[in-house]
């Protein structure tokens, strides 16, 4: 079971009209901030400017919600866009509202890597995420009810022992790698305890790899891949009952979430649409399984 890959940050504050006038005029202060995500405010006279910023070289998308007392906002104050890399926007401005004193606001950021509005291409066929001529027993396919609902439906987990090489179902560039942790367990909060890597395909979908060996990443973040290398090794780390790699693609959404996309796969029997619960498929090279299709 994947848990998801975000960042959340809050702030109060209390703002005096006077004082941001005179002190902090065109100041910039970070009121959301993490890795990847930074939400600076910009004050110029009774207006608050507040500027998202991502730090890293590949997409993420953001939600930002303000919750305010005594200042209104130039639009929704509920906003989820995407930034490219190192790119920056302003989301939103604050504005003072007539006959109030003074004014406070609350910031709520999530984020996710990716693009929100990635066009994939549907007849694009994948490769299994294990070596040629292996096949390993699919513990949940689409739509399984045990776990791989709603935004996880199209989601497959493959049985397989710890240490099993993974090997990329798409080329694409490693945005994200965590390999620090060995636990794994089922409890409420396990989540935080997986090893994962993100590949970022360059339609803005994302390839994600779950539940990984602890040091078990095989390629850095920033390096490609290519459809069929060696990336990973598998492991049983963070939500898990046993030994598994839960594989699937995404694209972002708001609040820090990724709704996983039907994709099909490639196997030496043909065109994979809907891998099944129970069933085993050979992996093998694109051009021996074009041939079969």
Known sequence: M??????????????????????FQSSAWAVCADDWLDVDEVRDGGNIELRATNLKEFPITYTMRVRTRGLATDGPKTVTGTLEGEQSQLVM??????????????VFCEWTIGDKDANHDDDLLYRFPYADEKSYRVLQGYGSRFSHTGLEKYAIDFKMD?????????????ARVVES????????????????????????TTGEY???????????????????????????????TMPHLHFAVYRAASWGNTQSIPVR?????GVV?????????????TDAARNKS
Request: aromatic fraction near 8%; include cysteine.
């Open 2 to 23: 994947k848990s998801s890959v975000t960042s959340m940050n809050t702030v109060f504050k209390s703002i005096s009209p006077v004082i941001a006038l005179i002190f």
């Open 93 to 106: 401005v604050l504005r003072e509202e007539e006959d109030q004193r003074s004014g406070r606001y609350r």
């Open 162 to 174: 710890v240490g099993t090489p993974v090997h990329a179902a798409r080329s694409g560039v490693v």
């Open 181 to 204: 942790n060995e636990k794994g367990c089922w409890e409420d909060g396990c989540g935080k305890f997986a090893n994962y890597m993100v590949v970022l395909h360059d339609d803005g």
């Open 210 to 240: 779950y539940h990984l060996k602890k040091d078990g990443a095989l390629i850095d973040v920033g390096e490609r891949v290519l459809a069929g290398q060696e990336i990973a090794l598998s492991g049983n780390t963070g939500h898990t």
């Open 265 to 269: 796969f490639l196997s030496a029997e």
């Open 273 to 285: 649409s809907s891998p099944r619960s129970g069933r085993r498929y050979e992996a093998t090279d």
